[in-house]
């Protein structure tokens, strides 16, 4: 399989590694502001998993609260920051077996309105958290559905319309992990040997509030990088093998996660879950909300450094500067203990699920991407862009007609690219996808089970910037024979033209 092929529907590609690391964002001129020298090395934080009770209905129930706090990012600054779950920064992670009930309420303790969307989960698009859930100052808004996908690393995030961006970039982003029966046989006790990694970037003004202000074409880029909300972090490994599941949640910037002696790693899956089996890499590519399961060799003493490396967006050189394409940085050095636990084997084989059948596509879409639109249009609210049946499987077309990097993210769905040489037993599970500049790539998509007539789903590019500016359409999905509204109720905010 070539390299573009892997970046195209894993988010991955698989070139050698560029130059040396530092210990900061380096060669970032993009507007933001020079690299700064960031402080000793502290221990990784973990974030807590999220308390959770049963209801009479034996449903799980977890209560969020989103809120203002103050965190330390670097010495002698405090930063105002927002945080879920009591968190001043970030959130708690979610947790959630295929088959459970689950009521989640979000309570916005925040001076504006927000929402919360649950990033890759199959549900009722009245319960997907989108521009269409807002979420008042003092209100609590609860989403209830039955966890039906498989084991995944899933995550949630607020999507307020024209808001996204700064409210993302402000704190308030977690993880939400899904289990299944089927077993995976790779390590599995979180904070341990199954670790999150959350990676982020902020430049900070003198006064150690986040700098807003420092935009280029593609969004807030900044010169510090926090990994689950921590600077220049170490871990503490006490196994020879280590699961990571890395999170892209930074508003614009890219990532290509590597081992600074390029040593391979094992991807053992991407945003929907697992792979069928595991494959060996050099690097993963993650663009904004794409995620990818890792799993690291290690050996007893010797430490290694995750690092994010230089890597191709196919762009010319000054949008591959604005995108955070050229810096090399740390990301987390791994300390191995003397003496570590042997893990078991990675399996050979991990996902069960059968592959999506492009003989059986309903139809064709096509979307095409430019100057900040999707087919020319913007955002607006009120429009029904497409109607798709419940739990149709279509073929769609995302056609990048921009000289900058773009990704798709559809809410409601799961998504495997179609390649050429690529079986169909191989494709990995998606729900956001790298659009090149002047490519076009072609994705079985199949929407979920949940048919609703009036509430729409969002599709949209995940560059944050790019979304705020209204590079964003919804549809409607309809049971065979409903009638779908001709027009949606406007959600709070603004539309684009």
Same mark, same amino acid.
């Given at each position: 399989?070539? /390299? *573009?092929?892997?970046?195209?529907?894993?988010?991955? #590609?698989?070139? @050698? &590694? $560029?130059?040396?690391? +530092?210990?900061? !964002? =380096?060669?970032?001129?993009?507007?933001?502001?020079?690299?700064?020298?960031?402080?000793?090395?502290? /221990? *990784?934080?973990?974030?807590?998993?999220?308390?959770? #009770?049963?209801? @009479? &209905? $034996?449903?799980?129930? +977890?209560?969020? !609260? =989103?809120?203002?706090?103050?965190?330390?990012?670097?010495?002698?600054?405090?930063?105002?920051?927002?945080?879920?779950?009591?968190?001043?920064?970030?959130?708690? #992670?979610?947790? @959630?077996?295929?088959?459970?009930? +689950?009521?989640?309420?979000?309570?916005?303790?925040?001076?504006?309105?927000?929402?919360?969307?649950?990033?890759?989960?199959?549900?009722?698009?009245?319960?997907?958290?989108?521009?269409?859930?807002?979420? @008042?100052?003092?209100?609590?808004?609860?989403?209830?559905?039955?966890?039906?996908?498989?084991?995944?690393?899933?995550?949630?995030?607020?999507?307020?319309?024209?808001?996204?961006?700064?409210?993302?970039?402000?704190?308030?982003?977690?993880?939400?992990?899904?289990?299944?029966?089927?077993?995976?046989?790779?390590?599995?006790?979180?904070?341990?040997?199954?670790?999150?990694?959350?990676?982020?970037?902020?430049?900070?003004?003198?006064?150690?509030?986040?700098?807003?202000?420092?935009?280029?074409?593609?969004?807030?880029?900044g010169d510090t990088v926090l990994v689950n909300g921590t600077v220049a972090p170490y871990l503490e490994v006490t196994t020879s093998r280590l699961r990571l599941r890395v999170l892209n949640a930074s508003p614009a910037r890219s990532y290509r996660v590597a081992l600074d002696d390029e040593a391979p790693l094992t991807l053992v899956g991407t945003d929907g879950g697992l792979l069928p089996a595991p494959r060996t890499v050099d690097g993963v590519v993650l663009t904004p909300g794409e995620r990818a399961e890792i799993v690291v060799d290690l050996r007893p003493g010797v430490r290694r450094v995750l690092r994010s490396v230089s890597h191709d967006l196919g762009t010319v050189n000054g949008i591959t500067q604005a995108a955070g394409a050229n810096d090399t940085f740390d990301l987390l050095e791994l300390r191995p203990a003397d003496r570590l636990e042997s893990s078991p084997a990675v399996p050979a084989r991990l996902s069960r699920e059968a592959p999506l059948d492009a003989t059986a596509a309903a139809r064709t879409r096509r979307f095409v991407l430019s100057d900040n639109r999707i087919n020319g249009r913007g955002m607006d609210t009120t429009r029904v862009d497409e109607v798709v049946e419940v739990a149709a499987t279509e073929i769609w077309e995302f056609a990048n007609r921009h000289t900058q990097p773009h990704n798709i993210h559809v809410h409601d769905a799961r998504i495997q690219v179609l390649e050429p040489g690529v079986p169909a037993a191989e494709r990995p599970w998606k729900d956001t996808v790298a659009v090149p500049p002047m490519t076009t790539v072609r994705a079985l998509v199949r929407v979920g089970p949940h048919a609703d007539p009036e509430v729409p789903y969002m599709l949209h590019c995940h560059l944050l910037r790019h979304e705020d500016d209204g590079m964003m359409l919804q549809f409607l999905v309809v049971a065979p024979g409903q009638r779908p509204a001709t027009s949606i109720a406007a959600a709070p905010g603004h539309d684009h033209g």
């Amino acid at each position: 399989m070539s /390299p *573009l092929s892997r970046r195209r529907f894993l988010g991955a #590609t698989l070139a @050698a &590694a $560029g130059a040396a690391a +530092v210990a900061s !964002v =380096a060669g970032c001129a993009t507007g933001a502001p020079p690299p700064r020298t960031l402080p000793a090395r502290r /221990p *990784l934080a973990i974030p807590p998993l999220a308390p959770s #009770t049963r209801d @009479a &209905a $034996g449903r799980r129930v +977890v209560e969020l !609260v =989103a809120a203002p706090g103050t965190s330390t990012f670097l010495p002698g600054l405090a930063t105002p920051t927002w945080g879920y779950g009591g968190l001043p920064f970030g959130g708690p #992670t979610l947790h @959630a077996r295929r088959g459970e009930d +689950v009521v989640l309420r979000v309570t916005n303790r925040l001076p504006e309105t927000t929402t919360t969307h649950w990033h890759g989960a199959t549900l009722p698009a009245r319960a997907d958290g989108g521009p269409h859930q807002p979420i @008042a100052p003092g209100a609590t808004w609860e989403a209830a559905w039955r966890v039906d996908q498989p084991a995944a690393t899933l995550w949630y995030h607020p999507h307020p319309h024209g808001a996204t961006e700064r409210h993302v970039h402000r704190g308030l982003a977690g993880l939400f992990l899904v289990d299944d029966d089927v077993p995976a046989g790779l390590p599995d006790r979180y904070g341990v040997d199954d670790v999150p990694l959350v990676l982020t970037d902020r430049a900070f003004a003198p006064d150690g509030a986040f700098d807003e202000q420092h935009r280029n074409a593609v969004g807030l880029l900044g010169d510090t990088v926090l990994v689950n909300g921590t600077v220049a972090p170490y871990l503490e490994v006490t196994t020879s093998r280590l699961r990571l599941r890395v999170l892209n949640a930074s508003p614009a910037r890219s990532y290509r996660v590597a081992l600074d002696d390029e040593a391979p790693l094992t991807l053992v899956g991407t945003d929907g879950g697992l792979l069928p089996a595991p494959r060996t890499v050099d690097g993963v590519v993650l663009t904004p909300g794409e995620r990818a399961e890792i799993v690291v060799d290690l050996r007893p003493g010797v430490r290694r450094v995750l690092r994010s490396v230089s890597h191709d967006l196919g762009t010319v050189n000054g949008i591959t500067q604005a995108a955070g394409a050229n810096d090399t940085f740390d990301l987390l050095e791994l300390r191995p203990a003397d003496r570590l636990e042997s893990s078991p084997a990675v399996p050979a084989r991990l996902s069960r699920e059968a592959p999506l059948d492009a003989t059986a596509a309903a139809r064709t879409r096509r979307f095409v991407l430019s100057d900040n639109r999707i087919n020319g249009r913007g955002m607006d609210t009120t429009r029904v862009d497409e109607v798709v049946e419940v739990a149709a499987t279509e073929i769609w077309e995302f056609a990048n007609r921009h000289t900058q990097p773009h990704n798709i993210h559809v809410h409601d769905a799961r998504i495997q690219v179609l390649e050429p040489g690529v079986p169909a037993a191989e494709r990995p599970w998606k729900d956001t996808v790298a659009v090149p500049p002047m490519t076009t790539v072609r994705a079985l998509v199949r929407v979920g089970p949940h048919a609703d007539p009036e509430v729409p789903y969002m599709l949209h590019c995940h560059l944050l910037r790019h979304e705020d500016d209204g590079m964003m359409l919804q549809f409607l999905v309809v049971a065979p024979g409903q009638r779908p509204a001709t027009s949606i109720a406007a959600a709070p905010g603004h539309d684009h033209g």
